[in-house]
Structures are given as C-alpha cells and as structure tokens.
C-alpha cells in the first residue's frame, strides 16, 4: 500500500483545526516523567525508492513456500477462494457499510447477516444462527457459558479430543468463574470413550465434542446423545473446526446435538499468518434467547415491504456489563460476508462436489501412507484429515521441508502419550504426485 506522508503545511492547518500550537501539544496530558526523552533507538527514515529496494532485497532472501504443497491442518485448512469473493468484498459499500443497528441504513448488511444465517442453520441442522462470533475457539467457550446460565451448572465437560486450542480457550474463560472442566477421554478407535462419558455426565451441564474431532475422526454424534443417564442429561454441543464437513456428513442437530459452534474459516477465507477466522453458533430454538453476540431477524416494515433487523438481543448485552448475556457484542461482518458469498458462489451442488474431492483425496492419501508402511493411529472413519505414526514425527518436517513439503502437525505436543503421532490433511488443492511423493518420503521415514 502506497502511504503519502502529511506536508508540513498539511500539519500546520490540522493543528490550527483543533487549536494546537504544536505536535508536542497533542501530548500534553501525557505526564512529563513518562515521556520518552530522546528519540527511539531505530534507524532514520529512507527515501521511498531505497525502502521499496530493501524490501525486494529481502523478499528475494525468502523461500516461495506459498508454491508447497501443504498438508498441515489442525484447524485451518487450505481451500481454494474463488477471485470472485474477494472481488465482491472490495466493494466501497461493503468496506464502509453502516452499523446494523439502524436498519433503516443498514438492509443490505443485515440481508447478508440474514444470508448467512439461514445457510449455517441449514448445514448443522439447528433451528437458528447466530451472526457470527470471533473464531471457533471463543464460540466454544461462549457455549459453555450459555449452558452454564441455562442449566445452572458448575461442570463443563469436553472430550479430549477437541481441537487443544478451543480446550485452552475454554479454560481461560472460566477460570474465574467456579466453572470445573473436566475431559472425557478418547478410545483406540480415536472417538469419545461413551462408557467414560456416561460416567462423567452426571452433574454436568454440556458435553463439548469435535466433529470431526481434532484427529480427524468422524464422531458418532448419534451415539453420544443417546447414551442414558439417571438425570437431565448435559447440553450436548457439537464443535466444527473444519466446516467443509458438514456438507458430507449428517448435521448435528437431526443427531441430537443441541448446539453447533465452530469456525466457518474454510467458507471463502484464505489460510492467513494467524487469521482472519470466523467463529458461529447455532442451536435449537428454545436455546436461542441465551445465545451471544448478533441474530438477525426479517420482518415488514408499515408498508408491508420485506425487512430485517437485529432481534432477541437484550441492551444490557451492549451497556451493562455485568447483566450481559455475553460481552461478544460485535460479530466478523466482513468474514461472515466472505462465507456467504462464497455459499452462494458455490450452492449445494458446488458444495457437495468439493467435500467428496476433500474425502477421496484424503483417503487416496491415508491408502498410500499405508501402501508404503505408514499406518494409521486410529481406526475409526475420517474426512479430509487423519493421524498416523511416524518415528521422530517431531523432526520430520524439517526434513520435509528441505524438499518442498509444508508438512504434517506432531501431536506430542498436545498429547504426550501419542509421541509418533503425526496429523495430515488433503483439500481438493493436494495433487495426486505430491500425495505419492510425501507417502515415499514418509515411507522410508517409517
């Protein structure tokens, strides 16, 4: 981005604006003995041509790694966003769109608030959406929150096999609040142990699961709801970090689940250095009234034309903090608009094609790991994402690296116990070659 710096006449008519003498006048109420004295220890400044050569002297230093076939997931997936999302986004009416709450001034993003609620109810099953929340992990924890005000529990139970950072979020969030959290262990199979589950259920108020869970594993959602306990059974809520999923797999809510959380990152968002991520919650209808941040609603206005409008939000959730359902007040507007158009870019058709590509890249990848003695670490069904054992899992992708591969995730670092475990993932970007080239790299690894 080019940057055209204030002349020093530009200066002088600003400060006359505000009726300062000087720039140090703007600074005035800072105190004197916290004022920096002397200037930054920094180089000066350059001329524009001579910044614009050292920066091409240090790019041409990089390795292209955006040219890597990637394999790595683990929570952000590598999709391909078509240009027209981008093209659609960069609108001046979409950069600079008026707050939702005057409607009046504001139908056209509150439509694609509207849009993108109705599509992320229809893909988890549930019966209304949220606007959208900051990422999957804070969506996590804001669903504990709300089962903790609807049950009036104190235990929050998650299975261990949800994605580590939404567990570690999860516990930030009420860790001062006499929440207990307590996991539920996984089985060989790489599921939620249901005999562990059933023994922990009692007195909790929700069960957090991952579907596909942070291995990769296809979660028997069904089962889970159905496992019979002597009291009100928890909330049980369904946690998606890889949302391309749930257009092949049965959605949550016709399962049994209550809530559906998770990250929409996947729906027209590039895998950037950390973000940006786009967080949802949908649930059953007689939920609805605790849940966080934004809903949208349609309606008519005195004329009878369609409208829409925020709905089901109480004031104190934006003014008065400590009566807030919840202190998400805001909701990822140009994220959620990104996932809609590419919703409405790709339609239901579009959608299904991509999720078999994703399962049938996955699973041709998963067969040649094993055809070259890689084996899997669990038996239990997978989407576009899969753990395996490889000795020394831990340096394997500098190795892979070297050769032209983004590499897997090593799980030792969030489960210790799984030492050799190593978690690949395949999109519909991974090409046949380089699945062959990786399984005969890890191949001769194993």
Same mark, same amino acid.
């Given at each position: 981005?080019?940057?055209?710096?204030?002349?020093?006449?530009?200066?002088?008519?600003?400060?006359?604006?505000?009726?300062?003498?000087?720039?140090? &006048?703007?600074?005035?109420?800072?105190?004197?003995?916290?004022?920096?004295?002397?200037?930054?220890?920094?180089?000066?400044?350059? +001329?524009?041509? @001579?910044?614009?050569?050292?920066?091409?002297?240090?790019? +041409?230093?990089?390795?292209?790694?955006?040219?890597?076939?990637?394999?790595?997931?683990?929570?952000?997936?590598?999709?391909?966003?078509?240009?027209?999302?981008?093209?659609?986004?960069?609108?001046?009416?979409?950069?600079?769109?008026?707050?939702?709450?005057?409607?009046?001034?504001?139908?056209?993003?509150?439509?694609?608030?509207?849009?993108?609620?109705?599509?992320?109810?229809?893909?988890?099953?549930?019966?209304?959406?949220?606007?959208?929340?900051?990422?999957?992990?804070?969506?996590?924890?804001? !669903?504990?929150?709300?089962?903790?005000?609807?049950?009036?529990?104190?235990?929050?139970?998650?299975?261990?096999?949800?994605?580590?950072?939404?567990?570690?979020?999860?516990?930030?969030?009420?860790?001062?609040?006499?929440?207990?959290?307590?996991?539920?262990?996984?089985?060989?199979?790489?599921?939620?142990?249901?005999?562990?589950? !059933?023994?922990?259920?009692?007195?909790?108020?929700?069960?957090?699961?991952?579907?596909?869970?942070?291995?990769?594993?296809?979660?028997?959602?069904? +089962?889970?709801?159905?496992?019979?306990?002597?009291?009100?059974?928890?909330?049980?809520?369904?946690?998606?970090?890889?949302?391309?999923?749930? !257009?092949?797999?049965?959605?949550?809510?016709?399962?049994?689940?209550?809530?559906?959380?998770?990250?929409? /990152?996947?729906?027209?968002?590039?895998?950037?250095?950390?973000?940006?991520?786009?967080?949802?919650?949908? !649930?059953?209808?007689?939920?609805?009234?605790?849940?966080?941040?934004?809903?949208?609603?349609?309606?008519?206005?005195?004329?009878?034309?369609?409208?829409?409008?925020?709905?089901?939000?109480?004031?104190?959730?934006?003014?008065? /903090?400590?009566?807030?359902?919840?202190?998400?007040?805001?909701?990822?507007?140009?994220?959620?608009?990104?996932?809609?158009?590419?919703?409405?870019?790709?339609?239901? $058709?579009?959608?299904?094609?991509?999720?078999?590509?994703?399962? *049938? $890249?996955?699973?041709?990848?998963?067969?040649?790991?094993?055809?070259?003695?890689?084996?899997?670490?669990?038996?239990?069904?997978?989407?576009?994402?899969?753990?395996?054992?490889?000795?020394?899992?831990?340096?394997?992708?500098?190795?892979?690296?070297?050769?032209?591969?983004?590499?897997?995730?090593?799980?030792?670092?969030?489960?210790?116990?799984?030492?050799?475990?190593?978690?690949?993932?395949?999109?519909?970007?991974?090409?046949? @070659? &380089?699945?062959?080239?990786?399984? *005969?790299?890890?191949?001769? +690894?194993?």
């Amino acid at each position: 981005m080019h940057y055209l710096p204030a002349s020093g006449e530009d200066v002088k008519n600003m400060l006359g604006a505000v009726g300062a003498k000087s720039v140090d &006048d703007l600074f005035s109420s800072i105190p004197e003995e916290v004022k920096l004295r002397g200037p930054l220890p920094i180089p000066s400044g350059l +001329a524009e041509a @001579e910044v614009k050569e050292r920066f091409a002297l240090r790019a +041409a230093r990089n390795t292209v790694a955006s040219c890597f076939p990637c394999f790595l997931g683990a929570g952000a997936y590598d999709h391909y966003v078509p240009a027209a999302v981008d093209a659609i986004l960069s609108r001046s009416e979409f950069y600079t769109s008026y707050t939702p709450y005057q409607p009046e001034m504001a139908q056209g993003t509150l439509q694609a608030i509207f849009e993108f609620q109705t599509m992320m109810a229809g893909l988890t099953g549930m019966d209304v959406s949220n606007a959208s929340l900051y990422d999957g992990a804070s969506a996590t924890a804001e !669903a504990a929150l709300m089962a903790s005000r609807l049950r009036k529990g104190r235990k929050i139970l998650v299975a261990r096999s949800l994605h580590p950072s939404y567990r570690a979020v999860l516990r930030t969030y009420v860790k001062h609040l006499g929440l207990a959290v307590e996991e539920v262990p996984f089985g060989s199979d790489g599921r939620v142990d249901l005999s562990a589950y !059933a023994k922990a259920a009692e007195g909790a108020c929700i069960f957090l699961v991952g579907q596909p869970n942070f291995f990769g594993v296809v979660e028997d959602v069904k +089962a889970i709801s159905s496992v019979a306990l002597n009291s009100e059974k928890p909330i049980l809520a369904v946690a998606v970090a890889e949302t391309l999923a749930l !257009a092949a797999l049965e959605p949550p809510g016709p399962q049994g689940a209550d809530l559906c959380v998770g990250d929409a /990152r996947s729906f027209g968002l590039p895998v950037g250095f950390g973000g940006p991520y786009l967080g949802f919650m949908t !649930a059953k209808k007689e939920l609805m009234r605790q849940m966080p941040g934004r809903i949208c609603g349609e309606t008519v206005d005195a004329d009878g034309r369609r409208g829409f409008v925020l709905t089901l939000t109480t004031r104190e959730q934006h003014i008065r /903090r400590e009566k807030a359902t919840s202190n998400i007040c805001s909701n990822e507007g140009l994220c959620m608009l990104a996932a809609t158009v590419y919703l409405a870019l790709m339609g239901r $058709k579009g959608l299904s094609e991509l999720a078999r590509q994703n399962l *049938s $890249k996955a699973h041709y990848l998963k067969g040649a790991l094993e055809a070259n003695g890689v084996k899997p670490l669990f038996g239990g069904p997978v989407f576009n994402e899969f753990a395996v054992s490889v000795k020394g899992s831990a340096k394997v992708n500098g190795k892979l690296f070297k050769k032209g591969i983004i590499g897997g995730y090593p799980l030792f670092k969030d489960y210790p116990k799984l030492k050799n475990g190593y978690l690949l993932c395949a999109t519909e970007r991974t090409a046949k @070659e &380089d699945c062959d080239k990786l399984a *005969s790299i890890l191949g001769g +690894a194993a």
